[in-house]
């Protein structure tokens, strides 16, 4: 179950209706819809994935999910449990956004949105190593990628909430 900014449950469907109700509200904005997933390891690893959109120029909403599961002490695992995650996410939240948006006689494709897969991988420390393989596989998706520093769903959100 999701939770929104203010930590209040939330189903899929209805953030599927949040996001449409807030990209309606000025369709001709300029949006980055992002899925990141961000994990620390405690007793067990602890796991979160956001959904965020950002209005480019003029905020943005979010929404996280955590939950609890063995421990995985190996980097490249972590990391690919995390990608899946996002994927996953993105690919059931982009189908039901579109279907949202039609019933609203909004096409999606005539809308300025960028969908995007943001991983908690980077230049700099153990993760540089597992660049080139998380990103051709996220993009082999259909995705932008965005690494460290810009992978804020990722690093920022979601590491907020891991912690």
Partial sequence: MFRTADGAQIDMEHIITRIADYIGQEPDAQYE??????????????????????????????FYNIEYMKRIQNLRQKINEETSRSLQVADGLLANLELDLMTREINIDDLNISFQIHCDIGCYGKTNMLIKEITRWVMSYGYLCCIKPYSYAASGIANKYSK
Avoid: F, L
């Fill in 33 to 62: 819809i992002t899925v990141g997933t961000d994990s620390q390891n405690h007793v067990q690893t602890k796991m979160v994935e956001v959904i965020a959109v950002h209005r480019r120029g003029n905020g943005g909403i979010y």
